[in-house]
């Protein structure tokens, strides 16, 4: 169980070192330049007890829910000029990890991610989910009076780690909320959600950075290539920076496919399997759109040489997604790997489309 009220919260300078840090450096989610505009809207128009934030992993929706709480705590008014100040008492509490009126909860998993709680101490894997009784101490937690005054704000994230009980035991404090109290929860997928937890809330989409912003903010931490990361993440700036953090470079990124047509799985053995699935699922989508006459989009052009077998591409895909939604099994990793990438190769084997060839030559499964 994550006990902590709140958490650290990294200066500016830090934001670099923690990838992706809950914290709220030092003039909000300026080191997330692309979250301001959004957070300034949301402070001045939100006003219902309950905001459901949408947004892809890896830009920032905890930063932005943990910025939308201090500002709502500001008691310089950060509601209404659209940033929390970062000078009151309310906000160097939240800074410090220490307000009595702002609490989260988060999956054990997601918080010793983002260096929020410590990992277990009997060495099994933290758990992915909320479990009810954290979720009933939190409900108990906000029917208490506000330390300070200005309200109280629980924060949950991502909320489609909660199980089918714990949830319910939202629903109520979701439906008629005590007095002067918020909640804000974080989502990818609004649809993983119970129907009746989302009607209760406020939606607000946070919309993908600009990938211009993107760029430059990748640049200013030193990575190199930082177009190629970006594009392999998906456009999720967050994400891009993790991989470069953890030694993925983007040759290796534009190397992937030609290994895998090669049965050279070196790269992928040294990856979680998690990021590994990943890149599959990207080199497949990008294969088959391209065997299709589409672009690629999650690789660079020049990584791929002539077409691939559509039909194989399709087999391979619909594997993926079968081993991706038995993620917990208890899989030999290796041969995991060996297995997909074995089935991506016969997938990628060049068909060079050239003078006098036709679009459905691409469809012959041989």
């Keep these: 169980m994550v006990k902590s009220r709140a958490g650290p919260v990294a200066p500016a300078e830090e934001e670099a070192d923690r990838v992706a840090s809950p914290g709220l450096p030092d003039g909000g989610v300026e080191a997330l330049p692309w ?36 500002g709502l705590l500001c008691e310089a008014g950060g509601a209404s000029t659209g940033a929390p100040c970062g ?46 009784d954290e979720m009933r101490a939190a409900m108990t937690w906000m029917t208490t009076t506000s330390g300070r005054g200005q309200g109280k704000v629980l924060v949950i994230h991502p909320a489609e780690a909660l199980n089918a009980v ?3 035991a939202l629903l109520k404090t979701l439906e008629e909320p005590p007095s002067g109290s918020r909640l804000v929860l974080t989502a990818a997928d609004p649809t993983h959600l119970l129907p009746t937890v989302v009607s209760r809330c406020q939606r607000l989409r946070l919309p993908m950075p600009a990938r211009e ?54 790269r992928l053995h040294a990856w979680p399997v998690a990021r590994c699935l990943d890149a599959l699922h990207k080199l497949c989508h990008d294969a088959s759109v391209r065997t299709c006459g589409g ?36 899989w030999n990793e290796p041969l995991l790997l060996e297995a997909l990438c074995a089935e991506g190769r ?19 499964a041989r």
Excluded at 237 to 252: K, M, N, Y
Excluded at 348 to 360: D, E, F, K, Q, Y
């Design 213 to 266: 912003m993107a760029l430059a903010w990748l640049q200013a931490r030193g990575v190199p290539d930082a177009g190629v990361l970006l594009d392999g993440a998906g456009g999720r700036p967050l994400e891009a920076l993790r991989w470069h953090r953890s030694g993925v470079t983007a040759a290796d990124w534009a190397a992937l496919p030609a290994d895998v047509a090669a049965g050279d799985l070196q």
């Design 295 to 330: 672009a690629a989009r999650f690789f660079p052009e020049a990584a791929f040489e002539g077409r691939g077998r559509l039909p194989a591409l399709i087999a391979w895909q619909r594997n993926l997604q079968r081993v991706a939604r038995n993620a917990e099994h208890p």
């Design 87 to 132: 000078r009151c008492g309310s906000c160097h509490l939240a800074r410090a990890g220490t307000h009595p009126d702002l609490l989260w909860r988060l999956p054990e998993e997601v918080a010793v991610e983002h260096r929020m709680a410590s990992p277990p101490s009997d060495k099994r894997k933290p758990s992915r989910q909320i479990r009810v």
């Design 35 to 70: 979250l301001a505009a959004p957070l300034a809207q949301a402070l001045h128009t939100q006003r219902g007890h309950a905001l459901l934030v949408h947004a892809d992993a890896g830009i920032g929706a905890l930063a932005f829910a943990l910025a939308f709480a201090q």
């Design 166 to 168: 714990s949830a319910n």
């Design 346 to 364: 016969d997938a990628l084997r060049a068909r060079p489309v050239g003078r006098g060839s036709r679009p459905a030559d691409t469809l012959d």
